[in-house]
């Protein structure tokens, strides 16, 4: 009996020594990665090879990442410099100029403030056209030439993350048709917690298209949902961009890069703060479905084909909207 109960003792702790790893390691692999975007094309090939192997497991094990040494610092900061233009310097019967008008609005503002939503937006259309309210000045050039190096860094993503899932550099924009891509911006401003209707300042959701990017003038309430199913607040460094994988990408891979379902609490912030998300998509005529290479016996097509275009208003909501559908493309499970 005695060599029972320290056989016994021993396993407890054993047991209690693999759960304090378990939860170090659940802590570490919490913890949002980093990616330095100039190492993925680096000359060194060693590097290369090393950097692109973090990127294709921070696609899979979290769906995001921080992104640095894309856009240049003073970049971003004129960019977020001119969002807090547009909100300071205009009234709100100018920002109102821009309520939706019809389906094919370019540029659309909105105001909520209740339990389900707190923020002000404006939402515009940045490509393959530009558009940004003309005043106030300092406003439409100082996020075009951010919304410009964006673009480029979408470019490179493309073919870094092409090569990740092992096809040749110019396999995701040719899938996407990117240089013809349907791009939109959302420019926030969150209120501080004392003067919100609720908790919530965006609701959990995922976004379309090939990914997301985030710049924001102070750390506030995002929070993203890791694959092992806890919350993560986010918390960017300066200088660094936020890259969150979108619904379409989770699409064509058939599910082995997913994007990630996030939300925006409102409990902690002690100031506004102002955030501009941008969701870099496909083409709107593009048809985006599981791609052959990620289909087979062990797994057949999780989402049905559809184009972009048709996506994106499969519930009820216009282009600009940019609303998921994830959930309707779902194909049903068969047993």
């Not at 090939?45 to 894309?70: P, T, V």
């Not at 439409?140 to 919304?147: S, T």
């Not at 939109?184 to 965006?202: H, M």
């Not at 083409?283 to 184009?307: C, E, K, W």
Request: charged share 25%; with cysteine.
């Amino acid at each position: 009996m005695a060599h029972s109960v320290e056989m016994l003792g021993q396993e407890c702790f054993d047991l209690k020594n693999k759960a304090i790893a378990h939860l170090h390691d659940y802590s570490f692999m919490d913890e949002i990665p980093t990616i330095d975007y100039s190492l993925l094309f680096s000359k060194d090939h060693n590097e290369r090879a090393k950097s692109l192997e973090h990127l294709g497991k921070a696609c899979q094990d979290f769906g995001c990442f921080y992104l640095i040494n894309g856009v240049e610092e003073r970049v971003v900061e004129g960019a977020l410099k001119g969002i807090s233009d547009y909100f300071e310097l205009t009234n709100q019967e100018e920002r109102s100029e821009y309520l939706k008008k019809n389906s094919m609005d370019r540029i659309r503002w909105y105001l909520r403030s209740d339990a389900g939503e707190n923020r002000e937006n404006l939402k515009i259309v940045t490509h393959p056209e530009y558009h940004c309210p003309s005043k106030p000045d300092s406003c439409k050039d100082a996020i075009g030439e951010y919304l410009k190096g964006m673009h480029e860094v979408e470019l490179g993503l493309a073919k870094a993350i092409s090569t990740t899932l092992g096809y040749e550099e110019t396999y995701i924009e040719k899938e996407f048709k990117l240089e013809a891509g349907f791009d939109v911006a959302t420019l926030n401003l969150y209120p501080p917690s004392l003067q919100s209707k609720g908790s919530t300042g965006l609701a959990e959701h995922t976004d379309p298209g090939f990914f997301v990017s985030l710049i924001q003038d102070v750390n506030g309430g995002l929070q993203v949902l890791s694959h092992q199913g806890n919350w993560i607040t986010v918390n960017i460094p300066r200088n660094t961009i936020f890259i969150g994988i979108g619904d379409h990408l989770e699409i064509l891979t058939n599910g082995k890069y997913k994007s990630h379902i996030h939300q925006v609490i409102l409990d902690n912030n002690e100031v506004k703060r102002i955030s501009m998300a941008t969701l870099h998509g496909p083409s709107l005529d593009t048809l985006v479905a599981p791609a052959p290479g990620f289909i087979n016996d062990s797994h057949p097509p999780t989402y049905r084909g559809m184009t972009y275009k048709e996506s994106l208003e499969l519930n009820g909501f216009d282009e600009i909207d940019v609303q998921s559908s994830l959930i309707q493309l779902q194909m049903p499970l068969s047993f």
